[in-house]
């Protein structure tokens, strides 16, 4: 299994700020996802996010709104730059543990721009 | 990515059993069927997969129909614990790297009625 913690859980921000996301696992893991789950809808997968590589983004999403880190096994980051209240959403990071069968998500850091 | 068709909402009795439908009729032989939850305020779960045999586990049930294009979730007794949106997920299970993503539809809101 693999425990996931967020940072911060909640933050209320100011349009055309930037607000980095914290993804800590206890764990050394492979592959990092970063997820969006705007409100009252599922969840979206924003990137892919391997240590040692540059992250793989999905369509619509693109890295200099959403520039992602990665600088080792256990941990990522995802900054969401240049905020507007369209932002406003759930983030999401999950990881895949060796067997790559059952997905971990973390709590989420709920973000709301104003 | 191929897609799945879950009702968007069912409702059961505590301690009743439950059945959670999902279609897939354009499934892939090598798609396995995943099952995640959402509790409320949570990140999803990870619930139980199969590719073609039901499979049990100490949450629930999954059966799959011989053809493949639909699979059945099974909550053999409902709490009210397990009131959450449910997903249905194909996801291939061949090779690595974007083919482990998964992709969520809108999933079934599972109420549990004390």
């Known amino acids: 299994s693999a425990v996931i913690s967020q940072k911060p859980s909640r933050d209320i921000c100011q349009r055309g700020t930037s607000l980095t996301i914290q993804c800590q696992v206890d764990s050394q893991v492979t592959m990092m996802f970063w997820y969006r789950q705007q409100p009252g809808q599922s969840l979206t997968l924003i990137a892919t996010?391997?240590?040692?590589?540059?992250?793989?983004?999905e369509s619509g999403f693109v890295i200099d709104k959403f520039p992602i880190s990665r600088p080792n096994l256990t941990f990522s980051t995802l900054t969401v730059s240049n905020m507007s209240p369209e932002d406003s959403s759930i983030y999401l990071c999950?990881?895949?543990?060796?067997?790559?069968?059952?997905?971990?998500f973390g709590p989420g850091t709920r973000l709301t721009v104003t | 990515d191929a897609k799945t068709t879950q009702p968007n909402s069912m409702e059961s009795n505590e301690e009743e059993p439950v059945h959670l439908p999902c279609n897939h009729s354009t499934i892939s032989g090598t798609d396995y069927i995943h099952w995640y939850r959402q509790l409320p305020s949570q990140g999803p779960e990870y619930v139980i997969h199969?590719?073609?045999s039901n499979v049990n586990n100490r949450m629930a049930s999954l059966a799959i129909a011989e053809d493949r294009k639909s699979s059945t979730l099974i909550l053999h007794r409902a709490t009210l614990r397990d009131a959450a949106v449910y997903y249905c997920i194909l996801r291939d299970g061949v090779g690595g790297g974007s083919n482990y993503k998964l992709t969520f539809g809108k999933g079934t809101l599972l109420t549990v009625n004390p």
């Open positions: 996010a391997n240590q040692g590589s540059e992250a793989t983004y």
């Open positions: 199969g590719l073609t």
């Open positions: 999950s990881v895949f543990t060796d067997s790559f069968v059952e997905q971990y």
